[in-house]
């Protein structure tokens, strides 16, 4: 190190002072690239961003897009459209520059408008509507010309039609690059779904679908079977709810099987079939194929088939789910799932009979890789010993749903000396469900509760106290869905403790909360910027829903 002596501008006298050598030193910048971030933790970086700042993030480069294009940011990207809030929207797409920049919405739920609102809805539409890639319309457009707004739409799904006129008002030529149809809630009758499938039949459109949803009436069967053929080629997703007559006619099945067995690119699959022969012969079709998404629902005995078709798909399939099965005992077949699909990402077995205790411990021993597990109304399968083996094993689990299960108790989240796993090992947990859990009703459940990252929280039917909702929201800050239900004790102190503590919250749900009133609801939306989701009711038939404006 090099030494100076120096006079002192002060006192004149002579100093010494010692020069650092790193002051001549020039330093050559690396060329080299900063590492890339794995997706996985790009995502988890994301999914605390809110809206408006993951706007803007997506516009930095290909790889940030594409990470947030994944289903988990849809509900960050989408805009829900209604007669209340046409014209906030049409004023601030009009009015501020800034604003209407960070518009960019990949989903867009279309509820209603006046017809006195035609002009301003025509606005938002042109002004977004290169960017929407799905649509959901619970009503038809007054005027058919705005469904050319939507020029690079992929998916269109109808729900809540109930007044669904003898012709579709739009042709799916109006979408040029549309790919998906969907069409499968209560409110499909059979004229909708028949002229639906009109729509989608070769003859009228250019269309090739890659995903069809549908209800399916016996009495237009073969036209659903004619589309099917027309788009067999490039069908790679199909979801099917199948209502049986009592006048089928005998070659029905036969060419509904001929019919599936063209379908040689499909990989997700629902089928909700009533028929006993044609469901028996839609799984012989599937066996051989490469499923990723398998999901039944029938309301009889397992198929033996099913276990067949589990067995050829092993290696690819990624989500399994099985609803209203019963399982009869003189059929073994449950051990498929824990023995050949080491694969499985997502398991739900709802509403059904198929599991005992051993065999959901297997599956948890078994399928380590699993992320979300769906265990609702599992009689006698979901007990403090399989819950143990579940948080031992299942330690990459993002979503859990334990709903309607009784036969656990708080020991098995909290742990005990003979099942020493308690659920705080789910440390990646961000989804998690307990409703109807009867048995967990006081503050000990929300103490044992502690996940930094958890997004969403459901409970109830419980004496829980507002020191337990002040307990919860500490540990769980970054929650974004909360939903409680009949809690009679809760009062309007936890909501101020709610709406202070959780920032990011957007869904509240305080369902048949008999303390809780609606004149709260401005705090709310004051402390919770993001909040668009608000639905209280203080007693059962008094339910309303109220939007952020």
């Not at 809206?51 to 790889?63: G, I, N, S, W």
């Not at 309301?299 to 290696?315: H, Q, T």
């Not at 689990?397 to 108790?409: K, P, V, W």
């Amino acid at each position: 190190m090099a030494n100076n002596w120096e006079m002192d501008r002060g006192s004149g006298a002579s100093v010494y002072r010692e020069e650092d050598p790193c002051r001549n030193e020039t330093f050559q910048l690396r060329d080299e690239p900063l590492p890339q971030l794995h997706n996985e933790i790009l995502i988890n970086i994301f999914s605390y961003l809110p809206y408006t700042d993951l706007t803007q993030a997506r516009l930095v480069c290909r790889l940030w897009m594409e990470a947030m294009a994944r289903k988990r940011f849809s509900n960050k990207f989408s805009l829900r459209i209604k007669q209340d809030n046409v014209i906030d929207i049409w004023k601030q797409l009009a009015q501020t520059r800034h604003f209407a920049s960070g518009m960019v919405y990949s989903h867009v739920e279309y509820v209603g408008a006046d017809s006195a609102q035609l002009n301003e809805l025509q606005f938002i539409l042109e002004s977004i509507g290169a960017d929407v890639r799905s649509l959901k319309l619970k009503a038809f457009f007054e005027q058919n010309s705005l469904y050319a707004c939507f020029p690079n739409l992929e998916r269109l799904v109808l729900a809540g039609l109930y007044v669904f006129p003898a012709q579709v008002p739009f042709e799916l030529n109006a979408f040029g690059n549309l790919k998906g149809v969907h069409f499968v809630d209560d409110s499909v009758k059979q004229r909708s779904s028949e002229a639906l499938l009109t729509t989608c039949l070769r003859e009228n459109t250019t269309a090739r679908l890659e995903e069809l949803s549908i209800r399916v009436y016996a009495e237009h069967a073969e036209l659903f079977l004619a589309v099917l053929r027309d788009h067999a080629e490039t069908l790679k997703s199909l979801h099917v709810v199948y209502f049986e007559s009592m006048n089928e006619p005998a070659s029905l099945t036969s060419k509904w099987v001929e019919a599936f067995g063209q379908l040689k690119k499909l990989q997700k699959v629902k089928i909700y079939a009533c028929n006993t022969q044609i469901f028996e012969g839609t799984l012989q079709c599937l066996q051989g194929l490469p499923l990723r998404y398998l999901e039944v629902d029938c309301l009889r005995p397992v198929n033996p088939n099913i276990f067949k078709l589990l067995e050829s798909c092993a290696k690819t399939l990624e989500h399994l789910a099985f609803f209203n099965f019963y399982l009869p005992k003189h059929i073994a077949g449950t051990h498929v799932i824990s023995e050949c699909c080491h694969n499985l990402k997502k398991l739900i077995l709802s509403y059904t009979r198929l599991l005992e205790e051993d065999e959901l411990c297997s599956i948890a021993s078994n399928l380590v890789h699993l992320e979300v597990l769906v265990l609702r109304y599992c009689k006698h399968a979901v007990t403090n010993r399989s819950l143990a083996a579940i948080f031992k094993h299942s330690t990459q689990l993002r979503e859990l749903d334990l709903s309607g299960n009784n036969d656990f108790n708080i020991e098995a989240l909290t742990g005990t000396a003979h099942h020493p796993y308690p659920i705080r090992r789910l440390r990646r947990l961000e989804k998690l469900n307990l409703k109807s859990c009867q048995q967990l009703n006081d503050d000990e459940l929300l103490e044992t509760l502690k996940f930094p990252h958890l997004r969403s929280l459901s409970f109830g039917r419980g004496l829980y106290t507002d020191h337990g909702i002040e307990v919860l929201v500490k540990q769980c800050p970054l929650l974004e869905e909360l939903i409680i239900t009949f809690c009679p004790t809760l009062g309007r102190n936890a909501l101020f403790c709610i709406a202070k503590s959780l920032p990011r919250l957007r869904v509240l749900h305080l369902l048949h909360c008999a303390q809780v009133d609606k004149s709260v609801r401005l705090i709310l939306y004051n402390e919770c910027p993001l909040l668009v989701d608000l639905e209280i009711s203080e007693k059962r038939t008094e339910v309303k829903t109220y939007f952020h404006q």
